[in-house]
Every structure is written in structure tokens, then in C-alpha cells.
């Protein structure tokens, strides 16, 4: 095939659609899709008995604050990384680790300090709270998902796990 043939052939197709939104459309309507479904889990399930008792603690308040920075971050990170011209802004892929260590400092105090730890509100309810998690992050991962899915990503695996760390940082807000 000729150049010229191909340069026709190319031109006479219709024109090619848009791939997708740009990332802060994505962002957004994520972040809608996420915060309706915590509305609807916090209506369905209620708040937490020792909400007001809770929210009293500067260590649970941090790490309200922090989970929400993390799914902001990490929702923002996977939009940007679904866009192959995107990856040109590096720190917009390591944006999630400065909440992430955030956090895992937080949970590293929590283990490390007894007393900062409230007690569980029901007995044995570790397999129940790590269900409930996995449960209300479904929908938040499969829309993320599918918003990232139509994007022509360069880096498939680190915008899937990306998407999947924000989903999951959902689900513990949910709950």
C-alpha cells in the first residue's frame, strides 16, 4: 500500500471520537459516584454508636482527615494516569504516597501505643469489618475502573492498583 493510498483511505473514515474525558471531569464524577454511595451506606448502616465519643479523639479526627486526603489523591493519581500524556507530570503519580506513609504512621502509633486504640464496638468483628470494607468499595472500584478503562493508559498495572488503593480507602471512609 501506498502512502498516498493510505493518506485517502485514513481521510474518507469518519473521524475518530474522543477517548475520554479529560481527568478532572473523571475526578469528579468518581468523587460523586463515591460520596453518594457514602451517603446511601451511612443511611442504610447509621452512624457509628460512638461517633460523637470518637470524633472527641485529635488521632480519629487525623485519621479521617488523612483517608479523605488518600482518596482524593489516589482518585486524582489514576485519572491523570489513564492519559498516556499525562505521565509527563511525575508528581501527580506519587501524589497518594504522602497521605499513604500518613497513614500507615497513624496505624503504626495505634499499634505501638495500646491506649490510643478504642475498643472494638463488637466482639470478634475483624473478618465482619474487613467484608463490610471490601462490600461498599465495589462500587467505587468499578467506576473507577470504567472511567480509567477508556483512557489509552501507558501503565495499565500501576493505574489499576492505583484505582483499586483509592476504591479500597472508599470503603474504610464508608464505614
Known amino acids: 500500500m501506498e502512502t498516498s493510498e493510505l493518506i485517502s483511505r485514513l481521510a474518507e473514515q469518519p473521524a475518530p471520537r474522543c477517548a475520554g474525558a479529560c481527568p478532572y471531569s473523571m475526578v469528579s464524577r468518581w468523587l460523586g459516584v463515591t460520596f453518594g454511595g457514602i451517603i446511601i451506606m451511612v443511611a442504610f448502616l447509621g452512624l457509628r454508636p460512638d461517633l460523637s ?13 488523612v483517608l479523605f486526603l488518600l482518596l482524593v489523591a489516589s482518585g486524582m493519581s489514576a485519572c491523570w494516569l489513564a492519559f498516556p500524556d499525562q505521565r509527563q507530570q ?9 497521605p499513604l506513609t500518613v497513614y500507615a504512621a497513624l496505624i503504626a502509633y495505634r499499634l505501638s501505643v495500646p491506649e490510643a486504640t478504642a475498643a472494638p464496638l463488637e466482639k470478634d468483628n475483624g473478618i465482619d469489618c474487613a467484608l463490610c470494607i471490601t462490600g461498599t468499595a465495589i462500587v467505587p472500584a468499578f467506576t473507577l475502573l470504567y472511567l480509567v478503562r477508556r483512557c489509552a493508559t501507558t501503565v495499565p498495572r500501576l493505574t489499576g492498583a492505583v484505582a483499586l488503593l483509592a476504591a479500597a480507602v472508599s470503603g474504610h471512609l464508608m464505614l
Not at 465519643?53 to 482527615?65: D, H, N, V
Not at 511525575?90 to 504522602?98: G, H, S
Open 53 to 65: 465519643l470518637r470524633l472527641a479523639e485529635p488521632l480519629f479526627l487525623a485519621e479521617i482527615a
Open 90 to 98: 511525575p508528581w501527580l503519580v506519587k501524589l497518594p504516597l504522602v
